[in-house]
């Protein structure tokens, strides 16, 4: 399930009521990453729906879905989510959301070292990903890879870990119907206070 929302009401016309199982998934998936609502009305704050993919984002992170269904392409507010149905309403246009070329800057030019995780230790994936990411000099949200692996469908996960750990850290489930890009927590060095007792 998507993060806990409280009940809202919404325009019948404008909604989208949808059953099928992948697709609740993925956009329970998209939705983790959704940034939590504000009286500022920020685009960032809605489901993207672009070309059958569905995205969420707060600007730490990425989460990116294929959908089954056409659903007209806008900015959704998550209306409703059970495991039978969920809805959706569309709110506007995507002005204003990351263009799509940055999405696509993000989850397709990571370089580092792939690590192939077997689906024979997914349930591990949370504790592996955080000695990955931790082995390689960065530091992430641990409810940030939490989220990412709750939806994850059984069956292998591609982790790029790039060269410089500065850059963000990729997930793509080997279906690539979902990924998920997280920026790393990144200290300045001048703002750490060493302490002498």
Known sequence: ?????????????????????????????????????????????????????????????????????????????????????????????DEGYPSQSIIDKYMQQVNGRKVEVKEKILKFLPAILVYLVGGNGQAIKPEYLIDVCRFLPSANVIVTLPSDPTHGVHILHTSENMEAFIMPIVLNPSKIVERKY
């Open 1 to 93: 399930m998507a993060k806990k929302r409280t009940k809202r009401f919404y325009v019948e016309e404008r909604a989208v009521r949808i059953t099928n199982k992948n697709d609740i998934a993925a956009i329970n998936f998209a939705a983790l990453a959704t940034a939590t609502p504000t009286f500022d009305d920020r685009s960032w704050e809605y489901l993207c729906v672009r070309d059958r993919y569905v995205v969420g984002t707060d600007t730490n992170r990425i989460h990116r879905a294929f959908l089954e269904s056409t659903i007209e392409n806008g900015l959704y507010a998550l209306v409703k989510s059970t495991k039978k149905e969920i809805i959706i309403e569309r709110i506007k246009d």
